[in-house]
């Protein structure tokens, strides 16, 4: 009973401090301020986002990337030797 009690008095200070604020000259112009706030974070959400996956796109075309080079490099290697291998001295 005095939980319920002391819940409500928390309630009625809460609606009361809530009333003053919104009377509070310049409140309106915090509101719009915390609203567009708000709005640039959530757009702020969205990007990051979307640079995690850039992120894990660029990793995996790095990893493919070195793979290739990995490759071309030894094909390179060994077109090198055998071209000047088989090319005639005049």
Do not use: F, H, W
Not at 37 to 65: H, N
């Amino acid at each position: 009973m005095a939980r319920s009690d002391l819940l409500g008095r928390l309630a009625d200070v809460s609606e009361e401090a809530i009333k003053r604020l919104s009377d509070a000259p310049g409140a309106d112009r915090a509101l719009g301020a915390l609203n567009s706030m708000r709005d640039r974070v959530d757009e702020l959400q969205k990007r990051v986002r979307g640079l995690e996956d850039l992120e894990k796109r660029l990793a995996a075309l790095e990893r493919k990337v070195d793979k290739l080079g990995k490759a071309g490099a030894s094909g390179a290697t060994a077109a090198k030797s055998s071209g000047t291998a088989g090319a005639k001295k005049s």
